[in-house]
T-cell receptor, first 114, second 114 residues
């Protein structure tokens, strides 16, 4: 089956620093990648949708200048949390779709901002 | 506003029994519905997809029904095993014809006791 990886799996950083999370589709080309955030005991919330080579589409309430998304190739998308603060601490999950109805999810990245 | 609800936050059953999880939605006419499994600290894993014109879908011990009149989907695990213990998420495609834009429920945490 399709495999999506994320790196790092967890990261702890100080308030004010920027954190980059990578999402890769390992065995298929992902025309569209999605970034989600999940707080404890909450559902996954879509943050943004990105198509290769174009600007990401952000959901209402998600600051595009704070959460920078780059989808430079058909196998890689990155999410950069700029000037992270404790309220940004969450579980960030990406998914990738290769033209079918199914999204394949990465294992997630646990971000803790001190 | 569109809502998706999974009726139980937690469900405890005995090994060998059938687990039935419910997903209800309002103010929405989804093109299809998906069920995912999520283990603690991990990303969701796709299980089944059912389209609006399908009544039932099966995969091994899993069965999903989709009643667009009741606006409800039921997810069954027959002959449940302790290894089935996890959180199960239902998700609806928000916009028919577009890829992604999934709306997730909060999930039901299933515990199967030996």
């Amino acid at each position: 089956g399709a495999v999506v990886s994320q790196h790092p799996s967890w990261v702890i950083c100080k308030s004010g620093t920027s954190v980059k999370i990578e999402c890769r589709s390992l065995d298929f080309q992902a025309t569209t990648m999605f970034w989600y955030r999940q707080f404890p005991k909450q559902s996954l919330m879509l943050m943004a949708t990105s198509n290769e080579g174009s600007k990401a589409t952000y959901e209402q309430g998600v600051e595009k200048d704070k959460f920078l998304i780059n989808h430079a190739s058909l196998t890689l998308s990155t999410l950069t949390v700029t000037s992270a603060h404790p309220e940004d601490s969450s579980f960030y999950i990406c998914s990738a779709a290769g033209g079918t109805d199914t999204q394949y999810f990465g294992p997630g990245t646990r971000l803790t901002v001190l | 506003s569109q809502k998706i609800e999974q009726n139980s936050e937690a469900l405890n059953i005995q090994e060998g029994k059938t687990a039935t999880l419910t997903c209800n939605y309002t103010n929405y006419s989804p093109a299809y519905l998906q069920w995912y499994r999520q283990d603690p600290g991990r990303g969701p894993v796709f299980l089944l997809l059912i389209r609006e014109n399908e009544k039932e879908k099966r995969k091994e011990r899993l069965k999903v029904t989709f009643d667009t009149t009741l606006k409800q989907s039921l997810f069954h695990i027959t002959a449940s095993q302790p290894a089935d213990s996890a959180t199960y998420l239902c998700a609806l495609l928000r916009c028919a014809g577009s890829q992604g834009n999934l709306i997730f429920g909060k999930g039901t945490k299933l515990s199967v006791k030996p």
